[in-house]
């Protein structure tokens, strides 16, 4: 086979602005009503296929990982750091899954660039995962005699599925060509009705130096005899209901809060900011705080930055687009 072009994108992360436990299901899955927005805190990733087999994939970090480091008041080898690039990745995971798929000869040439930290509930490796589904389909299309171009809708949110239940979120709505960034999901989170919000949502997130075990978190989560719903949540966001009027939940956080002491500072320092609607986002650890403007973001986020004790990545962030854009060459 001929080698394809490189496809790249830039896979957001995610917060979940609402997460409500419904119930423990058979397969040790819970199921949600979860809300989910992509921000504009990303990786970078760049694919092509090549004539040998198997994924090889290298990982750095986009600003370096001295800086990264020095941010988190770690080492440069700390394992806060350190991001698998063999099969435990979900890129390597997402692209093999595709050559058995479609049944493609050759492999993989794979750069990920990460800013989004692991283990943070901002659904990194989810989006990563996701787009790599997404460059490899376009660069298999390219290279491939094959007709399968009809059967994308329906194959990559089964794969997307089977590799998370955070990775179809990542996707976006296949069929239509409308901008969504936010969606309202159930099952165990990858039964998804997207929306498009009414107005940008603003927010500063705090990533605490700590990395939280989404599988220990369920572990220790109990589901409520009378689950909340994300309904009005929705309605505000989709401009349908004043905004006022919403609050964010995650059922999530207590127990994430017994599992690392890192995450009480992180939503004691964001409630002290002069934001609104702080939470944990996911299974944690990091937390967000929602901001009125692009302006008042960027200034929390440089206060809390000299206020917050100890290491943490802290941002300013904006709603956006899934799925990113691919750019080919
Ligand atoms: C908590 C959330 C909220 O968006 O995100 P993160 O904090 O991971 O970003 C998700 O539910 C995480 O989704 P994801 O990270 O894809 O989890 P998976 O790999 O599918 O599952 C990891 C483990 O979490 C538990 N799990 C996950 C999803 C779910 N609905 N119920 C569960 O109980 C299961 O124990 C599972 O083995
Ligand atoms: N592409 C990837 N980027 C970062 N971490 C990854 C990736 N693929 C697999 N991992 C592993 O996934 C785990 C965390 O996943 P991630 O989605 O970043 O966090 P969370 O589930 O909290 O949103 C870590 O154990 C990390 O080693």
Request: charged share 20%.
């Amino acid at each position: 086979m001929t080698e394809s072009r490189w496809y790249s994108t830039s896979p957001p992360a995610k917060l979940n602005l609402f997460l409500e436990l419904l119930a423990r299901r058979d397969d040790g899955f819970h199921e949600l009503d979860t809300v989910m927005i992509a921000i504009d805190w990303r990786d970078e990733l760049r694919v092509r296929r090549t004539s040998k087999p198997g994924v090889q994939l290298s990982v750095d970090w986009s600003a370096g990982r001295e800086s990264i480091a020095k941010e988190l008041q770690v080492t440069d080898d700390h394992e806060l750091l350190l991001v698998p690039t063999d099969d435990k990745n979900l890129v390597v995971r997402a692209l093999n899954r595709l050559t058995q798929t479609l049944n493609l000869d050759g492999g993989w040439e794979v750069q990920l660039n990460k800013n989004i930290p692991s283990g943070a509930g901002m659904g990194g490796a989810s989006s990563d995962a996701a787009s790599a589904l997404r460059l490899g389909w376009e660069a298999a299309y390219e290279t491939s005699s094959a007709t399968f171009s009809p059967l994308k809708h329906e194959m990559l949110p089964l794969l997307a599925a089977e590799i998370g239940s955070d990775v179809p979120f990542f996707l976006g709505e296949l069929e239509s060509e409308r901008d969504v960034e936010c969606a309202q999901a159930t099952g165990r989170g990858e039964k998804l009705s997207f929306f498009t919000l009414a107005n940008p949502l603003h927010a500063v997130v705090i990533y605490p130096a700590a990395s939280v075990s989404t599988a220990q978190v369920y572990s220790h989560c109990q589901v409520p005899d009378s689950p909340q719903s994300s309904n009005d949540l929705v309605r505000a966001l989709q401009g349908i209901r004043a905004e006022s009027e919403f609050s964010l939940h995650n059922a999530l956080q207590a127990p994430a809060r017994g599992l690392s002491s890192r995450i009480d500072p992180a939503l004691e320092c964001l409630s002290k900011a002069g934001l609104t609607h702080c939470r944990m986002t996911g299974s944690g650890s990091a937390c967000f705080a929602l901001a009125d403007s692009s302006q008042q973001a960027a200034i929390a986020a440089e206060t809390l930055r000299s206020t917050f004790p100890g290491g943490a990545l802290i941002r300013p962030v904006v709603s956006c687009v899934v799925p990113s854009e691919i750019h080919i060459a």
